[in-house]
């Protein structure tokens, strides 16, 4: 079973949102198995990419690193499975997505990435955009399994 991880500064309050994410994390359990790791906000950036490096280097070598990042490459969904099922995802141990938190993301974190992941140019609340990754994932997972949710 593939490994995916998901850090992120913060966690969610809101119920809502709360099963939102857990509903597609659900879905995924026969494919992935996904574990969040929320960091508590530090008190500026260089602070808080300590904390995610640390994190990273805990998880190994072998792990494929995806920062969301809004300067990153946009990517249509179909893309996005390419990406969550191509080479070097693949044959990492895990697959690692960054969420920084309202500060957003030093540059170091952001340089210690393997590809940097732009959903828009717009700004998300945290709790609402960890629902649209989970979703994003579930998406890429049936598009490359060719099933009908993707349309």
Sequence with gaps: MRRINIICM????EDYFKKAAQE?????????????IE????????????????????LGRSVFKIVLDRDGTRLSSEKF?????GEKAINAQCVVFIIGSSHGLAAKV?????????????????ELFRVMLTEQI??????????????
């Design 10 to 13: 913060g966690g969610m309050k």
């Design 24 to 36: 597609y994390l659900k879905r995924l359990s026969g494919e992935f198995r996904v574990d969040t």
């Design 39 to 58: 960091i508590k906000e530090g008190r500026n950036l260089d602070e808080e990419a300590d904390k995610i490096l640390r994190r990273l280097d805990g």
């Design 81 to 85: 499975a390419e990406l969550l099922y």
């Design 110 to 126: 952001k340089e210690a990435s393997d590809f940097r992941l732009s959903f828009s140019d717009m700004t998300f609340p945290h």
């Design 138 to 151: 579930y998406r890429a997972y049936m598009i490359h399994n060719g099933r009908t949710y993707h349309k």
